[in-house]
């Protein structure tokens, strides 16, 4: 079992940068893929970026440029860096664990682990 936890999220002004962390515990996830989500209000959760088990990384054409994932392994946690946040940025931002396949990559079907989420709130 992986618990997982957000934290760095806030409210900041749009052009701001914020490193958003998902600290987990109860298993290593260096063996699993890590992902990013979110949900803004009134809209559908939506892929974010990710990282596979095998060292690829994984984002879309609206997240890709601005957004870096990253793993620190010593500590058991995955990062979020956003740059240049805009207010469409506004989201709940939850981490997720996986061990599925690799077409699974971008999208939810095989999580595992859910983290409870963190709210970032971009100001104009």
């Known amino acids: 079992q992986v618990q997982l936890v957000e934290s760095g999220g806030g409210l900041v002004q749009a052009g701001d940068s914020l490193r958003l962390s998902c600290a987990a515990s109860g298993e290593y996830i260096a063996g699993y893929n890590m992902k990013w989500f979110r949900q803004a209000p009134g809209k559908e959760r939506e892929f974010v970026a990710s990282?596979?088990?095998?060292?690829?990384?994984y984002y879309t054409d609206s997240t890709i440029g601005r957004f870096d994932i990253s793993r620190d392994n010593a500590k058991n946690t995955v990062y979020l860096q956003i740059n240049s946040l805009k207010p469409e940025d506004t989201a709940v931002y939850y981490c997720a664990a996986d061990a599925g396949p690799i077409w699974t990559i971008r999208d939810s079907g095989a999580v595992l682990y859910w983290g409870q989420g963190t709210q970032v709130t971009v100001s104009s």
């Open positions: 990282h596979s088990s095998s060292g690829g990384y």
